[in-house]
Nanobody, 117 residues
């Protein structure tokens, strides 16, 4: 199973930017679809963005045009660049991977992002 460690969260003012990183170990990272999810207080966890093994990306409508997901397989890392942040982006952000041959899913421990108005 993949071990995932997120970093880069913090407190930022509305309109600001943050870049989240998720470092993977324990498996061949290039064989995993990677994604970012978030969970705000009192709400269900929701998908933010995904990136396939070939680099195809998808985004939730709420972040499209503001967030960019990318990956560096040589560094076993997936990133989430978040621009034009809004207070409603406040949540715990989780990294997720799914191995393409086994469908095994792994989650990170989460990193808090707080956007002040």
């Amino acid at each position: 199973q993949v071990q995932l460690v997120e970093s880069g969260g913090g407190l930022v003012q509305a309109g600001g930017s943050l870049r989240l990183s998720c470092s993977a170990s324990g498996s061949i990272f290039s064989l995993h679809v990677a994604g970012w999810y978030r969970q705000a207080p009192g709400k269900q966890r929701e998908l933010v963005a995904t990136i396939t093994t070939s680099g195809t990306t998808t985004y939730a409508d709420s972040v499209s045009g503001r967030f960019t997901i990318s990956r560096d397989n040589a560094k076993n890392t997936v990133y989430l660049q978040m621009n034009s942040l809004k207070p409603e982006d406040t949540a715990v952000y989780y990294c997720n991977t799914q191995e393409i041959f086994t469908d095994r899913v792994s989650w990170g421990q989460g990193t808090q992002v707080t956007v002040s108005s």
